[in-house]
């Protein structure tokens, strides 16, 4: 880790005041070098305090989610420990496939603070402005066979949704809208959009990316009945590289835990539990036809389990259909 970025989580991690001379032993560098990176981070926003005979203290972060600050928040191994940040990009998706092409580690994850072409599922658009959201995705090499990837969607929303619950207490109610969608009070919060290069039998990289409206309060016009943001929905606004840094930590123990069966089976209580659907009338909209059933919960393998009202139970796979609440969205 970079001197600087040390030294912020120093900071983060110490209560009270840190001396001069204390980070410069530790780093080895003089007290001015120490000094120097102190007045950087003041300009970059991060209001320091500085006391004679004290020493420094931090007293408040700027929202920005520059590699320095999600590293100094969160003590991952591999989920986000090489950042790729963009002030702006066309789609964090599409760097992060490119990272995978060449050769980048398992883990690596780009962020953004605004983008020109953000992608969402079924080729449709997802409007990226800057200052106001999360957009972020993650490199993944899981060995597994190419066919059990669609359960890695589930895996991101379930971290995602413990992520945001870990950082907003008791502000919201967020649930998971099978597959991947995150709902906060029945409207929309977050999108995931999964994509894969493969080989028939062999998995090159996943790429996961994450869209998270924080403190977003317009919307476009289409969206503005079914959207909702941490902001509009928990009434306060919220700094996005500590909701990062929870999501990565909760990826990480739960892809891990995924990885041991390579299905659902040890995520599916906590998966459950936040699941929406469980016991709702659901409209299934697949391609070729569209039909009301009791969605009943999903199974091992992140199907979700409905039945219909003739009593037949079928198992719908995630990449073959929309569901909608037969109210409207939920
Ligand atoms: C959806 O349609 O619900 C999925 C939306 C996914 C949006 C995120 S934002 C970060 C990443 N980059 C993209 O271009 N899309 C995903």
Known sequence: MKMKTEILKLLRETDGYISGQQLSRQFGVSRTAVWKVIRQL???GYQVGAVRNKGYRIVDSPDVMTKEE???LMNT???GRNILYYDVTDSTNLRIKQAGDEGAPHGTLAVADRQTAGRGRRGRTWESPAGSSIYMSILLRPDIAPNKASMLTLVMA???AEGIRQCIGDGGDIQIKWPNDIIINGKKLVGILTEMSSQIDYI?????????NVNMTDFPEEIAQTAASLRTECGHTVKRAPLIAAVMERLEENYDIFLETEDMSGLLERYSALLVNRDRDVRIIGAKEAYEAHAVGIDRAGELIVRRPDGTIEQINSGEVSVR???GYV
Do not use: D, K
């Not at 090159?204 to 998270?212: A, L, M, R, W």
């Open 42 to 44: 003041q300009e970059e």
């Open 70 to 72: 999600i590293l100094s």
């Open 77 to 79: 191994r591999w989920a």
């Open 158 to 160: 379930l971290s995602v």
């Open 204 to 212: 090159n990289h996943v790429t996961v990316g994450v869209g998270i």
């Open 325 to 327: 609440g037969v109210y």
